[in-house]
């Protein structure tokens, strides 16, 4: 595939992703963006939606991994975009546990793991958290002007999401959804505009 087209299908998978869990969030019965996680909509009846959008945020990642690496030469800001990659394709085949009250007919438990499928996915959001941060670390000196600056502010909020997020996980509050979703969005962003920038240049 040309690089353009991987580029193009990258930024598209991101823009999907975000418009999958919103739309199945405000469609499933018992979920609340505000709480619940995006991996919790891979429960229930309908969690095959969102493993297949795990799958396709996956492989548009993986698109915009080789883009990345054929146009700034960028190797580690590759590379961590294909860890990043490999995260969410295991976050598709290892959901997690019903926890905080969803699916509403489940037996549910605290936010703590205790199953070993879901004790893998809750490893891979910090892996795909801390790779996207590394590959905004990695691929910023490789750009000029705003887009530098852009990209160092994307890490920069993308650490300080990455650890409000895990607190509040932890400490299962009220808003763990809307700090994931803030999280989420900072970096789907930036892998879409990027993506948009490096075609157009």
């Known amino acids: 595939m040309s690089t353009d087209t991987l580029l193009l299908f990258g930024a598209a998978a991101a823009v999907v992703f975000a418009l999958v869990v919103t739309i ?7 979920y609340k963006a505000v709480y619940h996680t995006g991996s919790e909509l891979e429960l229930g009846a309908r969690g095959w939606v969102q493993r297949a959008n795990f799958v396709l945020l996956s492989a548009g990642v993986a698109a915009v991994a080789t883009g990345v690496q054929r146009t700034l030469e960028a190797t580690a800001g590759a590379a961590l975009l294909w860890l990043a990659s490999v995260g969410l394709v295991v976050a598709a085949i290892f959901a997690p546990d019903p926890v905080r009250g969803y699916p509403p007919d489940a037996s549910t438990h605290t936010a703590r793991a205790v199953t070993n499928h879901a004790k893998v996915h809750d490893f891979t959001g910090p892996l795909v958290a801390v790779a ?10 490789q750009l000029a002007g705003p887009w530098m600056i852009y990209t160092w502010a994307t890490a920069v909020t993308g650490l300080v999401f990455t650890v409000a997020m895990m607190a509040a996980y932890l400490r299962d509050t009220a808003v763990t959804g809307l700090v994931q979703r803030v999280l989420i969005g900072t970096y789907l962003l930036w892998i879409t505009v990027l993506s948009l920038h490096l075609v157009a240049r």
Request: charged fraction near 20%; hydrophobic fraction near 45%; aromatic fraction near 0%.
């Open 24 to 30: 199945e969030g405000a469609r499933r019965p018992g």
């Open 132 to 141: 996207l941060l590394g590959a905004c670390v990695a691929v910023a000196p």
